[in-house]
């Protein structure tokens, strides 16, 4: 069945489905499907709206009138041209919420609003986390209109109708993140081979970093891992002075590391795998330099 076209502004019917779960006035929202038109039926008026008067005082104020009209026009109906908005609870904007949390995609955010949701006052602690993050709490805002503006969509759909209302803001799509590096992971130094004792020596005992284990693929690649503070130092063992062979390199945690991969190879750069590491997803890659670079993304 082909559609009704009809100019409905998406918001206001948006803010209908989600207003009338929270006032607690005897209200009601009407769409006239023959104008496009929202209509608020009830609330601090001097008369019953379901049953509104035949006639209105003469001294009554613009907005009086216009209320009594829109209520009687309503009351009056017997054709189906004034549909109650229906209403939407709570259970439904924190599904939305849900929906978002599981595709930001740095773990350690992920996580932080994941927590904030849980349970009582879950709106507000989201509130709060999102100030953590400009770029997040930009993209939960484009999201969530653009997923409320679905309730609409999907609601003029069963009476039949399609908007054709522009939004002011062209909705953006949930999957539209884009890639950025979110910190420095790990180092990388080098000591000649056979050293890995004078390099515990040095940097443990004078020093005072703290070795940590090595991931079992690794373990027999020589060197050693260290702890400082929440930085790990690696000491790789190399063999040769060859520049454009070196182990030396940094390690920057990004997110969305195919993206990051994609964009590399447009820029004609030669991506190389690197060893497996558990939890983690990584690849690597020369600067025009003869630098290794390193980026890597948990999982």
């Known amino acids: 069945m082909e559609l009704k076209k009809l100019n409905v502004d998406l918001d ?16 009601s929202w009407h769409l006239d499907t ?15 709206a379901t049953d509104p008067p035949d006639e209105f005082p003469e001294d009554a104020s613009d907005w009086e009138r216009e209320a009594w009209e829109d209520c009687r026009m309503v009351a009056d109906d017997t054709s189906g041209r004034f549909q109650e908005i229906p209403q939407r609870d709570r259970r439904d904007a924190w599904q939305v919420m849900a929906d978002f949390v599981a595709e930001v995609p740095d773990p350690r955010m992920r996580e932080r609003l994941q927590m904030a949701i849980a349970g009582k006052g879950a709106f507000g602690r989201f509130k709060d986390a999102l100030h953590h993050d400009d770029d997040v709490r930009e ?3 484009k ?6 503006r679905e309730w609409a969509e999907e609601w003029l759909e069963e009476l039949g109708i399609e908007s054709t209302w522009l939004p002011p803001v062209v909705k953006q799509k949930a999957s539209d993140w884009q890639p950025k590096v979110v910190g420095i992971h790990h180092v990388q130094i080098t000591a000649p081979a056979g050293q890995e004792q004078a390099a ?10 703290r070795e940590i284990e090595k991931p079992k693929a690794l373990k027999g690649r020589g060197g050693l891992w260290l702890a400082v503070g929440d930085l790990e130092v690696h000491v790789g063992i190399e063999i040769g002075g060859d520049r454009a062979a070196t182990k030396a390199h940094l390690a920057y945690q990004v997110t969305d590391l195919a993206k990051w991969r994609d964009r590399l190879e447009k820029a004609g750069v030669t991506i190389g795998d690197s060893a497996p590491i558990p939890g983690f997803e990584r690849f690597e890659f020369r600067d025009p330099f003869g ?7 948990p999982w």
């Open 12 to 27: 206001e019917v948006v803010d209908a489905m989600e207003q009338g779960a929270e006032v607690v006035l005897d209200m």
């Open 34 to 48: 023959q104008t496009g038109n929202v209509l608020m039926i009830g609330g601090d008026l001097s008369f019953d």
């Open 139 to 141: 993209k939960w805002f």
């Open 143 to 148: 999201y969530e209109q653009a997923r409320k």
């Open 200 to 209: 515990r020596n040095f940097y443990c005992k004078v020093m005072g970093f």
């Open 291 to 297: 630098n290794r670079v390193e980026l890597i993304q």
